[in-house]
């Protein structure tokens, strides 16, 4: 499965920005897919999570009620819009699938997850 994550750039505090993932391969569906983020020097942090079927999410403590994870499955592509943005939201993003299509609560470890697209940069300025 290859991962190709898009729609990063720059904006400013409060805004919004909606990131992209699509996937190669037919069996998208049975996947699990996740976003995580990353500044360098740091951690990966897990920011969501959602099924194969897209029944179930899950989200960092830091994005909740901000961030929305979705997917469609027709365009293999997963998605996750970013609203009310602040600054300590700037990082490289990336989009990871887990071909077990484990339970969400089971989703938060980057070390779950088989597949890792590029990264796209999201900068949000104060």
């Known amino acids: 499965v290859q991962l190709q994550a898009s729609g990063g750039g720059s904006v400013q505090a409060g805004g919004s920005l909606k990131l992209s993932c699509v996937a190669s391969g037919r069996t998208f569906s049975s996947y699990a897919m996740g976003w995580f983020r990353q500044v360098a020097g740091k951690e990966r942090e897990f920011v969501a999570a959602?099924?194969?079927?897209?029944?179930?999410?899950v989200y960092g403590d830091s994005v909740k009620d901000r961030f929305t994870i979705s997917r469609d499955n027709a365009k293999n592509t997963v998605y996750l819009q970013m609203n009310s943005l602040k600054p300590e939201d700037t990082a490289v993003y990336y989009c990871?699938?887990?071909?077990?299509?484990?339970?969400?609560?089971?989703?938060?470890?980057?070390?779950?997850?088989?597949?890792w697209g590029q990264g796209t940069q999201v900068t949000v300025s104060s």
């Open positions: 990871a699938a887990d071909r077990t299509d484990a339970v969400v609560g089971w989703l938060l470890r980057a070390l779950r997850y088989d597949y």
């Open positions: 959602i099924s194969g079927k897209g029944e179930g999410t």
